[in-house]
């Protein structure tokens, strides 16, 4: 079975990736820590509380990590996700509470409890995971497997002209992450989804139809022409939550002339992590840049070795977004429909 203890900034993208690591009989989610990014850290752990209720999944510990990057200012990004973090969804106030344990503590003693058994996901800013590495160095050895979604190697960024979202939020923890893995195993190093890859990963308003239909829900009307805000009608609320959720992401792609689509990173990344979707990787040195003006938060991989620096990653180089899509919608329309 495999266990998954996640590290998240929900954010509509990571709701999504959640939901659908529920939705897998086969899965054990370990617990769910939760760093500031798309919205700040405390926003972040009600969300994931409420959809974890709304799954009817209650019960998984929600930890909250750290409430700002290592060394610079947090900055948030309600215009991508909306005022909550999960665009225009509207989830009741959760009545489980936020566990008295900090992130740090929970991904400790979770890799220090279960030795080789958990894989870690972490779909938000690195703060949380480089803290955790400061208290236990060994974590990467300890951890089964770490996916980290984050970084862009093809310098088309959607943060600066050049870095990703959750590199640029915290590049000095990220820095520190890759500096940690440096020279381990190969099939230790963390395998990090990509913008190049996870923007293959376009949401459109036929996967909504579909995982109405897979839900056995009424058709969702969720097109390019309806008048913005405007709520889901399917009453299945699953899959309304998903799609109000979903629809204000893709106003927010078409307001940057991306379409009326969404880029579903993190539900890629989750994929990956429990080997649900086909991927392939490339192992590089990866560098985050911390200082240059301007470039601050890009990522650059040494694929060739051109620096004679040991790799400390594993790109992914291939994905297959149908099969992907595929995966996702039969997965959380079972649980939809439940
Ligand atoms: C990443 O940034 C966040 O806004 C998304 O949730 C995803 O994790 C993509 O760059
Ligand atoms: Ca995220």
């Not at 500031?36 to 999944?57: K, M």
């Not at 820095?175 to 395998?191: K, M, T």
């Not at 390019?224 to 992401?249: H, K, M, T, W």
Request: hydrophobic share 45%; proline share 7%.
């Amino acid at each position: 079975m495999p266990s998954i203890l996640m590290d998240v900034d929900t954010g509509i993208d990571d709701a999504l990736a959640l939901v659908y690591l529920l939705s897998r009989p086969e899965v054990r989610v370990e617990a769910i820590t939760c760093t500031a990014g798309n919205v700040g850290a405390r926003q972040v752990a009600l969300n994931n509380l409420a959809l974890l209720e709304l799954c009817g999944r209650a019960g998984i510990e929600v930890a909250v990590g750290a409430e700002v990057p290592l060394e610079i200012p947090l900055v948030t990004t309600e215009e991508t996700h909306g005022p909550q973090g999960i665009g225009y969804a509207e989830l009741p106030l959760p009545k489980q509470e936020i566990s008295s344990r900090h992130a740090v503590e929970v991904w400790v003693d979770a890799a220090r409890s279960h030795p080789g058994e958990i894989t870690g996901l972490i779909t938000g800013p690195l703060t949380n995971f480089a803290l955790a590495l400061r208290a236990e160095p060994d974590l990467p050895k300890l951890l089964k497997g770490l996916v980290i979604m984050g970084g862009c190697f093809n310098y088309q960024g959607n943060t600066t002209p050049t870095a990703e979202w959750n590199v640029s939020v915290d590049p000095h923890a990220a820095a520190e992450v890759f500096a940690a893995y440096s020279g381990l195993p190969e099939e230790n190093l963390p395998v990090v989804c990509a913008l190049e890859t996870t923007e293959r990963i376009e949401l459109r308003p036929e996967h909504l139809q579909r995982l109405a239909e897979a839900a056995g829900a009424e058709p969702e009307l969720v097109l390019p022409e309806q008048p913005e805000g405007q709520r889901s009608r399917s009453g299945n609320p699953l899959v309304a939550c998903l799609s109000d959720a979903i629809r204000f992401y893709m106003e927010f792609h078409r307001l940057y002339d991306q379409g009326f689509i969404a880029h579903m990173h993190d539900a890629f990344a989750a994929a990956a992590a429990i080997e649900r979707t086909p991927y392939g990787t490339r192992p590089a040195t990866v560098h985050v840049e911390t200082a240059a003006p301007r470039l601050v938060g890009t990522t650059v991989a040494d694929f060739r070795g051109i620096w004679k620096e040991p790799s400390n990653a594993r790109i992914v180089t291939s994905n297959d977004p149908a099969k992907c899509f595929d995966e996702l919608i039969s997965s959380v329309g079972a649980l939809a429909a439940a």
